[in-house]
């Protein structure tokens, strides 16, 4: 396969910024527990290394598993609050900004954006990040609100889908300019390894995987649901379960329930979910809503056919026919359908697989989205320098 060749982040513009000395970016993020955005900032993080900028992260919650990663790739201690009171919170983040003198701040979410001051008693311009669509925002009016609120603020607003942009001007939210950057995905997902546990337990059958929270939006019990009707019909199928979550109990008493308890397999969290992919044949994707699913872009990675539902920031990355089959996301014997005719074609299964890596390769590099991020932060501190007379 060709290899994709990528530029180098030294070719990244590399001027001062003229408003203040420091090329210093603060990123404020919610939580560094494992999560997909929480992943994401890791990668990235790495990525951007040798670009002209100097990371510092503050996270609004203590601990996390992730926070040793981004301290290793951000070169510096992670800053939290001393404590969760709201108000303790806001003052402690406005006198450690002011401290850091950033010359951007970059929420990793929205919800952090609560915590920094209004734009005209900042000396540096906000960038928000919209992780999620709308759709998946929390239930409840005040949530909504405040979201709603929070989407306005940022000087900049980057996401990983169009379809979430899209569903925030549907909303009539106004926000500043925009970008798309995908997720990368980090090389160890291209590299994976099928050791001999996992060929042992797979058997003979051809082996669906699932990666992520067992969550109901997640809809794993279709999954489990759809494994059961196919395997009535002598295909011969497995399905890896890989995540933890509240409905694990529940999703294993319905694998019992509907007689294919030994054939679906709870991995839980895992470290080596680059070679659990390479040792499936076929990634299954039933979330109602997400973002841009890092899970569907790792398997891609692994070089897996992908059967996913058709929304959110999905159709963006899996052309349908192309590197897997989408079905409508409220359509349950369409998943069923689009799984038995993946299933039922292994040179079907291969040709989607090739052509799920190939795009992976192009298009899900972290160098890829390091570079369009740093771009868009000078775009953005031309704009505020610009607009303050400052050049």
């Not at 999560?35 to 040798?50: K, N, P």
């Not at 990355?317 to 349950?332: A, H, K, T, Y």
Request: glycine share 8%.
């Amino acid at each position: 396969m060709k290899a994709v060749i990528l530029p180098e982040m030294s070719d990244i513009r590399r001027t001062e910024n003229p408003l203040t000395a420091s090329s210093r970016v603060v990123i404020v993020a919610g939580q560094l527990d494992i999560g997909g955005a929480e992943r994401e900032l890791i990668t990235f993080l790495e990525a951007a290394q040798s670009c002209r900028f100097e990371f510092r992260v503050i996270c609004l919650a203590p601990g996390g598993e992730f926070r040793a990663d981004v301290e290793q790739f951000s070169g510096s201690a992670v800053l939290t609050p001393p404590t969760a009171s709201k108000l303790g919170r806001l003052r402690w983040m406005w006198r450690t900004l002011r401290s850091l003198n950033p010359a951007l701040v970059h929420c990793w979410n929205l919800f952090p954006i609560f915590y920094i001051p209004p734009s005209h008693w900042r000396s540096y311009p906000l960038i928000g990040f919209l992780q999620c669509i709308p759709s998946q925002w929390p239930a409840g009016m005040i949530a909504k609100k405040i979201l709603r609120r929070l989407a306005r603020v940022p000087e900049g607003l980057v996401s990983n889908s169009s379809a979430a942009l899209d569903e925030l001007a549907l909303l009539g939210i106004p926000t500043g300019p925009s970008v798309v950057v995908r997720n990368g995905v980090r090389s160890s997902f291209f590299n994976g390894k099928a050791g001999e546990e996992f060929n042992r337990i797979s058997g003979q059958d051809t082996v669906l995987i699932g990666l992520g929270r067992l969550i109901s939006r997640k809809r794993a019990d279709w999954m489990i649901r759809a494994l059961a009707i196919l395997r009535k019909e002598r295909l011969p199928l497995s399905l890896w379960l890989v995540g933890d979550g509240p409905e694990r109990v529940s999703l294993a008493h319905l694998a019992e329930e509907l007689g294919v308890e030994s054939k679906v397999v709870f991995w839980g969290n895992r470290n080596d979910v680059p070679d659990l992919l390479s040792a499936a044949d076929i990634m299954v994707h039933c979330a109602w809503a997400e973002g841009l699913p890092n899970a569907v872009q790792e398997a891609m990675a692994a070089g897996l056919p992908i059967v996913a539902s058709r929304t959110s920031g999905i159709p963006e990355i899996v052309e349908d026919s192309v590197e897997g089959i989408l079905f409508d996301p409220d359509d349950f014997n369409g998943f069923v359908g689009s799984l038995r005719k993946l299933v039922s074609d292994a040179d079907l299964q291969v040709r989607m697989g090739s052509a799920a890596r190939e795009k992976a390769q192009r298009d899900f590099s972290p160098e890829t989205m390091a570079i369009m991020m740093i771009e868009f932060y000078e775009t953005i501190l031309d704009s505020w320098s610009g607009k303050r007379g400052i050049r």
